[in-house]
Structures are given as structure tokens and as C-alpha cells.
């Protein structure tokens, strides 16, 4: 009976499930050979899709591997490139399909805490922008004007019409052209909480500040982050030296956050060349990525939302700055 009742769990019990199990097992051995499949990062995470050719250079065609969680609005890193599934068929009995756009700029905005916040983005003229399928869905645009598609999340949400956000969009850094935002859309393009926004930016006059350039980011607004002022700091004090860790203490799933360590003195001076590590407790997967006093961190398992992890600042291996992050949903 356990030999039974393991080859009914394995094969299943009527002969749909066992044509579509067999299915599963043939696409799962043999897809890995096959020249379209290729290794990918999928929000961050190493994984493989079949990646077929578009009829555009920018544009591309995709199939999951049985099982494989892929959504609109997630980003692919593959050949050199961030691409965004803009379209995801949410039947995902075997598989699921749809389509990729190559990003071509990193758009940069400062939301309402002062954080620089960066998308990779597809943006494109009248003259260039289709849905990738045919030459005759375009989208027409005034000769000043911009289509703008990023993924849908809690940053892009924030940013409305009425907010006169302005943008650097151009290749040359020393005199930018500037862009603003003139219309969102945040409705049309989700599905389960996942999907991308488009926007619609027209050219603007601006005249750019030395730390605008610097960052980036069109109004750039220096931040104050004193403790007493800042809910998502935390400070310890050791040996004289205040060691600071800023960041958003809710970290979205699927989106990675910066969090910076800093350090003062007793006077409140900043205190440099602080030999210090970074040091995660947890009982999951956290992406990390460190540069200098910045960590970058990432989740992307949504079983996790309301988990707890531990960010901590570690000097000769004693714990001089802490913080408790919660795994939030993307909404």
C-alpha cells in the first residue's frame, strides 16, 4: 500500500494529472538544454527562463520553469541588462509567459523621508514606443514629451500628478534635461498585487543646484537625521563613539532598501575610518550587498511578510548599533 499510494502522489489519480505530471517532468529534464534557456537574475535571485526572440532588439519573449513564481513588474537581469515584465499570463498550471522590455535609464527621485530612490525604467518617444508586438500600438507623444514604465510599488504609488515631480532624463550628467511628471497610471496594469505603472513626463525648464547634480536628483533636499527627530534610526553609544543605523525599518518583499551606518563622537562630531562590519541575524535568506558603510538588503520570499530579522554594526565583534527589521507585503 505505501508503494500504491507514492506512485498515485507521484503520478496522480485521474489521467489529466498524470498527462500533466508527465508534462511537468519532461519540461523540467529537458529545458535546461534547450539553447533559449538562460541564467537570470529574477529580482535579485539566481534562477533560469526561456528567453525567446522578440521582433524588436528591446523586446523579448519568456517561459517559466514549472513552478516558478514570475510576476509583471518584476525586474530580470540578463545580457548586460535590467529588463521589466511588462505582461505575465497568471495561468500557471504549467508554466507562465509573457514579455520583457529592456530598461534604459535609472530614473532617480528624494520620496517624503528624504531617501533617493532609484528604478530601473523604460522609457521611450512616440517614435520608438510599441507594445512590442506590432508596429501599430503606439503610443502617441508630443515631441516634448516621455513614456515612462516602471513596476508598481509602494514608491510609485506615492508620486501623483499633482506633486510637480521633476526628473533628469538624459546621458549627459553636466546639463541634463529635466522632465515632469505630467500623468500616472496605477490602476490598469495590476493583477495580485503585482504589476507596472506608466507614466507620461514632458521637458521642463530647470536650472540645476551643484548637489542636485551630485545626487542625481532634481530638488535634492539634504536630510537631518537626528535621532530624537528620526524614527528609523537606531543609536547605540559605546567607548565614547554614537554608531547610527539609517534606514526604513519595514523592508518590502521583492524590493531592496539601503540602510547606512554612521558614527559620532559624545560631542556629536563625525567620527571617521570606523574599522566596522555588518552583521545580519536571521533565521532566512537575506540578500546583502555591502559597499563601505551602506548594506543593501533584499527578500524575496513572500512567506515571510511579518518575519523579523536583526541589522547589526559589529566592532571587534561587539554589538555597537542594532536594528529589527519586519518583512512587510508589497501593499
Not at 521611450?124 to 515631441?143: E, F, P, Q, W
Request: hydrophobic content about 35%; proline content about 2%.
Amino acid at each position: 500500500m505505501d508503494r500504491y499510494e507514492a506512485r498515485i502522489n507521484l503520478h496522480g489519480t485521474t489521467q489529466r494529472e498524470r498527462a500533466k505530471n508527465r508534462l511537468i517532468t519532461h519540461l523540467n529534464d529537458k529545458t535546461h538544454h534547450s539553447l533559449s534557456c538562460k541564467d537570470v537574475l529574477l529580482n535579485g535571485v539566481k534562477t533560469q527562463l526561456i528567453i525567446n526572440s522578440g521582433t524588436q532588439p528591446y523586446y523579448k519573449e519568456f517561459q517559466s520553469l514549472p513552478s516558478q513564481q514570475i510576476n509583471i513588474g518584476d525586474y530580470v537581469e540578463w545580457a548586460n541588462s535590467y529588463w521589466i515584465v511588462t505582461t505575465c499570463d497568471s495561468d500557471d498550471e504549467l508554466y507562465r509567459d509573457g514579455k520583457l522590455e529592456q530598461c534604459n535609464y535609472l530614473l532617480k527621485w528624494q520620496n517624503e523621508l528624504g531617501e533617493i530612490i532609484e528604478r530601473w525604467a523604460v522609457i521611450s518617444s512616440a517614435s520608438k514606443y510599441n507594445d512590442g508586438t506590432t508596429s501599430n500600438n503606439v503610443i502617441t507623444l508630443g515631441s516634448d514629451q516621455l513614456s515612462v514604465i516602471i513596476p508598481l510599488d509602494e514608491e510609485a504609488i506615492k508620486l501623483k500628478k499633482s506633486m510637480g515631480k521633476k526628473f533628469f532624463i538624459d546621458s549627459n550628467k553636466e546639463d541634463p534635461t529635466t522632465y515632469e511628471l505630467t500623468g500616472t497610471g496605477n490602476v490598469p496594469d495590476t493583477y495580485n498585487s503585482h504589476g507596472i505603472t506608466s507614466w507620461i513626463v514632458k521637458e521642463c525648464a530647470y536650472t540645476a543646484t551643484e548637489d542636485d547634480l551630485k545626487y542625481g536628483v532634481c530638488n535634492y533636499k539634504s536630510v537631518d537625521n537626528t535621532p530624537d527627530e528620526n524614527p528609523d534610526e537606531t543609536t547605540v553609544l559605546t567607548d565614547d563613539v554614537k554608531a547610527t543605523i539609517l534606514g526604513n525599518k519595514n523592508l518590502k518583499v521583492g524590493y531592496a532598501r539601503t540602510y547606512t551606518a554612521t558614527f559620532t563622537d559624545a560631542e556629536g562630531n563625525v567620527v571617521g575610518d570606523v574599522d566596522f562590519s555588518w552583521n545580519v541575524v536571521s533565521d532566512f535568506e537575506v540578500g546583502q550587498v555591502v559597499n563601505g558603510n551602506e548594506i543593501e538588503l533584499l527578500v524575496e520570499d513572500e512567506e515571510l511578510v511579518d518575519e523579523k530579522f536583526k541589522l547589526q554594526v559589529l566592532v571587534n565583534e561587539n554589538v555597537i548599533g542594532e536594528i529589527i527589521i519586519t518583512i512587510a507585503s508589497v501593499f
